[in-house]
């Protein structure tokens, strides 16, 4: 799936899905930790287990992000509670939903120049 848009807005772009990973500027990710300030690879644990020490890197910006998008996979699946108390209490909000639709949510609310990160699970 390629996404057409004219480019917005600072930092990395989403530009596309490339078999179960996401084509990012140069490079093709299939886990996916961005910023407004950089991609990275990214080896997410189960979501089950998914704590905020994996999320570490997103939470390094400053100021800390408004929200964390979390695209959880080819299927939307909520994230643990504990996880969301945490990322509370930093002050920090998550949106879980498909990484599919995380993808598009990114180029958005870049687009908007939002200060989020998102973490993206490959798709299966």
């Known amino acids: 799936m390629r996404m057409d848009r004219e480019r917005q807005g600072d930092g990395p ?65 909520r994230p643990p509670l504990s996880l969301v108390r945490a990322l509370d209490a930093r002050g920090v909000g998550i949106e879980a939903m498909d990484s599919r639709a995380a993808a598009r949510a990114w180029g958005v609310l870049r687009a908007e120049l939002r200060w989020v990160a998102a973490a993206l699970y490959p798709l299966d």
């Open 13 to 77: 772009l989403i530009s596309g899905i490339v078999g179960r990973g996401f084509r990012v500027d140069d490079g093709v990710y299939e886990g996916l930790a961005i910023t407004p300030r950089r991609a990275d690879g990214w080896s997410p644990p189960p979501i089950a287990a998914l704590t905020i020490d994996a999320l570490e890197p997103l939470l390094a910006l400053d100021p800390l992000p408004e929200f964390v998008i979390l695209g959880t996979g080819s299927r939307m699946a």
